[in-house]
């Protein structure tokens, strides 16, 4: 998905966001606000919304040093996840449709994303989850994700962020033979509260399911940037599963094997697939278009 | 005032909407976007708010050309605040305080402000009348106006919007002797939503004030980019009213003897006064700081 010139405006606030965070300097804020500035006024507009969000954490971390200003929110948010995960657990055994229950479940974590607003440290995870039990898919390939998952061998499961990766453990439970089929994927390097493999380990995510992060430092995936290890795991899979708006911006055309599993958080992405900020989403991806 | 770091992405979303407005060429649209960025993170941190809105839409009439995109929407809000007159006029008339009233009426009218927000062009004007009279001042130096309007005998009003400026002029006609105390000042230039001379003209300013313009293109009043006709009627004066967030940015240190009116319609302004979004207000500038 390409950009959309109103990302713009909301990367300037996320670059300010993080500035704060980062430092108390004003000096330093200005000095950080004025290269993302800069460098967001010589993106290519062709580029993923994601490209920028990369670049401008790239630009950070080159004036303040390699430190990860998510860092405790992370933890809290994979704390407050974990607490959770009994409740969630039972939701899904109590439920007529495990699988689609821990698809909901999977879909409500996504709520934890501190790229879309900062805000979102007030969010209140039991009420999201009961809200997105009774939802209504506004875009809906559930049954053929079910389908998918009951023929693929190699299923490639790209996290989102941390905290949301306790949901993702909920439904990669329920998909039979996880162990052997399942790959799941973290970044390669911290940015903004995208999971890492610190945040796998610290919820038990390496414990159920094979782990790999995908050495990069987008807050997305966009491919060239990541490992050889994990492109030829994402060229291997017969199945991705991909989580949030970041994935979905950089994967939407990515070969036609993905779906993916996000709540559209903002109006350009809710305006793009045609639903209400809020609404949940399945989405499979659009086959490859044939050059003619 | 000078600028908060939020206002960078609020200027940014400007930039976008004014990008839309004047032009359907993508092409183009990135080009302002990239130049107005550029600028952005060039402008220095200790200006006021105004001045990147003023070099914004320079950049802007650079590049495509002196036309005013918000030349239809000021006609269309001229027109609904003049049926909204006689409406006005009746509320003093009514009114045991005919003064307060038709301060309250200028700052209900500052709502027209497409700086702020684009989509204001839904706002329900006698809807924001009735809520306007019977709000509370969140900051109220009203009676020190209306002692300051008794004894002034140099009145520079200075006009925000147009479409407000209808509303401005009930509370002209009812400071005695508004013909030969009170000048009433527009932009010298087209930028926003801004009143403007023809604005003046058409709501029928004109014909009950003596009216000027300032000679500059900033969307607020920057003195030094102000004519020297402008200038010396702003040192003339011994009272200075000046509407709306523009001008309280560009003139809350200009020497002591301005009153601000207006609505706080962004949280950067809300919290620099310490009131709410929505609030009403009159503040007395502050006097001058003295040199040790």
Redesign the interface.
Known sequence: MKMY??C???Y??QT?EA??MVTDDPRL??KI???A??K???VP?DKTPTHIGMEIHRIIRKLVGDIDPYFELKDIYNRKALELYPYMKKLVDQSPNRLETSVRLAIAGNIIDFGISHSNNEIKLKKIITETMKKPFAVNDLSELINALEDAHHILYIADNAGEIVFDRVFVEEIPDHRVRVTFAVKGHHVLNDATMKDALDTGLTDVVRVIDNGSDAPGTILETCSKQFQDTFKAADLVIAKGQGNYETLSNSGGKCFFLLKAKCPVIARHFGVEVGNIIVKKEDPPEKSS
């Open positions: 010139i109103e713009i405006p909301c300037a606030r300010i500035a704060v804020r200005e606000i004025r290269a500035l800069r967001a006024s010589e507009f």
